[in-house]
């Protein structure tokens, strides 16, 4: 079924799309008397805005037309080296042992690898023990590390600093991490899984105990308005007996998840950051193949968390992959992580190679920093969650396709015992407990436990200095074995000061050679939605936008996204007012935005499949 719907969807070309929100400014200098407000957020536990009531439709609406279903023994959400590795394994066990599997994957780019984006340095582990000839098979794998470099940054000098044990990159490589995932795809599909690119997942579906049992596909033709259009069609139902969540970072899914299951009651808030990266052709004699160079201090302020990269791979093109993280945690709302991306290309240590050379490739995403004290609970009746989705990243190490993958084969391994462990067929919902087990037992768990009170630490008083002492301490003397788990106190979302508490940020504005403006940034990262759909980011309260947050923060939307989609314009209907723009067609899918609005306002849903980025090199 699934099969002949892919033959009658259409990519149409992309037009401004906008959201408008009128209300008389509050000017931000009274923000300093409305401080407290800052408390009054919504919660973030909300489940995601829905714009219509399908079932008080008139039965005539096609919006109520018959849903088509599908069944399959295991879906998996989200085409990423943690769905791709689940699916790989739990084809490799049943084929194996002669099983019947039907083993569904979905994923909202049009293409494998489309939205992936990452540094990347990729430590072989999980895929030496899912793939061990993945040599012979011709993994994109083409640069192996050959030199680390560690650096504090001052605004004209870098200085070299002992280099972290977790942070050795010996025997690692430094990869595209999109071409990486399409060969993956590759391999799954030779084994028999049955991929579906350009479908998004919309909606969790629940049996009548409550337990998952697939998810529904998004409606296409769906105008701006929410009305359907000659070519709407209704998103289709996917039942399955297991239904992995590898949505990635923050996902939309996941998040109603959370709070219909309670995952996180007994586990601390996820903290985040934002990655943006560029990829660069440089000349030849300025390319070192192998080089992983990563740096702390400029351009941030001692109390921000954020860190550089430059990795220099592909020597035949000779390119090096360069950018930024921040802390989404930051208090600043002045503070604009591209703006701050684009100053550090300038300082002379990256200058200097980056000069002659040129841009071919942008492109941002939120990444998880939680880490070993943000994991939720990671099973719920008839599915899990795995890989980014619930946070296994090693900021440390500053890696985390290894656990990504490592949690996606233990929870197919988990799934195929339930499903075919035992020649009695399973009454009630499938409940993956030994996933959990297998995690605890994992070198996931232990490395991940080693390293948990690194990234806390950089959030005292002492801030980066601060940081810097007690990792130096724990991980090259202590190696994680203390007595103590330091706690995350705020979720990012709280943790912004008001615009009145804080200094404008003066950013020197773009060469054009070595630094860009935003939108030609954003070009460069082949963004596409089609044409009038509904907006994919919605407001819970259109009021919010500009009574709360341009009133008391002056505006952060319009810094925080890496893409330009938010922007507060003189509202022509209300003269002397302002107007949040929602420019949806921008939108790099980073979900930046419904992470630190600091009215938690802004809820990040699935565009129609096959929108957003098309990632090159990244």
Known sequence: ???????????????????????????????????????????????????????????????????????????????GPAGLAAAIRMKQLANEEGKECRVMLIEKAGELGAHTLSGAVLEPRALNELIPDWKEKGAPLNTPVTRD???????????????????????????????????????????????????????VLYNEDGS???????????????????????????????????????????????????????????KYGIGLKEVWEILPEKHESGLVSHSVGWPADMHTYCGTFLYHFEPER?????????????????????????????????????????????????????????????????????????????VPKIKGTHTAMKSGMLAAESAYEQLFGTEEEAEG?????????????????????????????????????????????????????????????????????????????????????????LLTSVSRSGTNHAENQPVHLRLRDPSKPVERNLAIYDGPESRFCPAGVYEFVDDESNPGEKRLQINSQNCIHCKTCDIKDPSQNIDWTVPEGGGGPQYVWT
């Open 318 to 394: 000779h390119l090096v992959a360069v950018g930024l993280v921040v802390g989404l945690d930051y208090e600043n709302p002045y503070l604009n992580p591209y703006k701050t991306f684009q100053k550090f290309k300038h300082h002379p240590s990256i200058k200097k190679v980056l000069e002659g050379g040129k841009c071919i490739s942008y492109g941002a995403r939120a990444i998880n920093e939680g880490g070993f004290q943000s994991i939720p609970e990671l099973i719920f009746p008839g599915g899990a969650l795995i890989g980014c989705t619930a946070g296994f990243l090693n």
């Open 1 to 79: 079924m699934i099969r002949n719907i892919i033959k009658q969807r259409l990519h149409v070309p992309v037009i401004n799309q906008m959201l408008r929100s009128s209300r008389q400014v509050i000017q931000p200098s009274m923000a300093v008397r409305l401080t407290a407000a800052r408390c009054f957020s919504v919660s973030s536990h909300q489940s995601i805005y829905i714009p219509f009531d399908r079932n008080s439709l008139p039965e005539d609406d096609p919006r109520r037309s018959e849903q088509f279903e599908d069944e399959t023994d295991v879906v998996i959400v989200g085409g």
């Open 149 to 203: 470099s560690m650096r504090f940054l001052t605004e004209n000098y870098s200085i070299p600093l002992p280099h972290p044990p977790q942070m050795n990159n010996k025997g690692n490589y430094i990869v595209s991490l999109n071409n990486f995932v399409k060969w993956l795809g590759e391999q799954a599909e030779e084994l028999g899984v049955e991929i579906y690119p350009g479908f998004a997942a919309s909606e």
């Open 429 to 517: 919902p499938i409940v993956l407990d030994n996933y959990v087990e297998k995690i605890k037992s994992s070198w996931v768990y232990k490395e991940l436990y080693q390293v948990r009170n690194l990234i806390p630490s950089f959030h005292t008083p002492l801030g980066l200095y601060g940081g810097l002492a007690y990792s130096g301490l724990d991980s090259m003397i202590l190696k994680g074995r203390t007595p103590w788990t330091f706690k995350h106190q705020k979720a990012d979302w709280e943790c912004m000061k008001t615009a009145a508490e804080c200094k404008p940020i003066d950013y020197p504005k773009p060469d054009g050679v070595i630094s860009f403006d």
């Open 212 to 270: 998952v049992r697939g998810v529904t596909l998004n409606d296409v033709g769906l105008d701006k308005n929410f009305e359907p259009k000659d070519t709407y069609e209704r998103g289709m139902a996917v039942n399955a007996k297991v239904t992995l969540f590898a949505e990635g970072c923050h996902g939309s899914l996941t998040k109603t998840l959370v709070k219909k299951f309670g995952l996180r009651d007994e586990s601390g808030p996820q």
